[in-house]
């Protein structure tokens, strides 16, 4: 019988490398205009998943806000402390920042950092242009998932599943556990963006790996059937797991997402 687990004290992760970042537009860049992107990491994770790409974005020109989700980048125990709405009002703050200094804003996220992008689209449509979501989980096939509302009173944490990613040598720096009252949370924010994503009308790019080990095909399933976006795309990232932002199909997110940075954004104008 396995021994339930009871989470370990681990090192608080350092301050540097899950550091937030905030860059102001360079109009200059962008042919005049003031865009500004909304960059979310992902559950357990920081920004350090998302800084190579917050960068290529800053020195486009784009303005970039890139929290850090609460109860992350400090210690796993933390997470049990908040909630799905406390995530949900760190990006939406992230995104009146934005869209208070800049002409457009476009939201882009890995994991559930991409399930918050989408449940900005479908509250906020009309501040946002787009939405270039990564791997997004919104469902799992997790048979366990169904036990989190009574696991979370009983075990703080599960081991979890980090740094999946292909390529050699790369940290996301997240946590090693699963703390089950943020899972329950996730789970419970899923549900409701679920059945709010026919309300998501704006222009949606999504990359999936064709391999992952954290986000399995329900979510992809679920983001196909309930778009409402008539402009939409599933790309398929061979080479990558779960972290593709930091893995070997970084390079064509990168550049994918700018071209759909620039084109939605143009028409938003037009």
Known sequence: MRIPFRGAQAAPLDPTLVAPM????????????????????????????MRPWAEHLAARGYAVEMPLLPGHGTRWQDMNKVTWADWVATVEGA???????????????????????????????????????????????RKDAVLLPVLKHVVPAFPGIRN??????????????????????????????????????????????????VADISSSKAINAGLSSKDFEERVLEDSYHVATLDNDAPRIFAESAEFIERVT?????
């Open 164 to 213: 999946d990613i292909k390529k050699p040598g790369m940290d996301e720096i997240a946590y090693p556990y699963i703390p089950l009252k943020a899972a329950a949370e996730m789970s419970a924010g899923w549900v409701e963006l679920r059945r709010d994503l026919p309300r998501i009308t704006i222009p949606v790019l999504y990359f999936r790996s064709k391999v992952d080990h």
């Open 266 to 270: 143009a028409q938003q104008q037009g």
């Open 95 to 141: 995104l009146d920042k934005l869209a208070a200094e800049n002409d457009a804003v476009v939201a882009v996220g890995l994991s559930l950092g991409g399930a918050l992008c989408l449940r900005l689209a479908a509250d906020h449509g009309e501040d946002l242009a787009g939405v270039v979501i990564v791997n997004a989980a919104l469902d799992t096939m």
């Open 22 to 49: 905030s860059t102001p537009a360079q109009p200059e860049l962008t042919g005049g205009r003031r865009i500004g992107v909304l960059v979310q990491h992902g559950f357990t994770g920081s920004p350090a998943s």
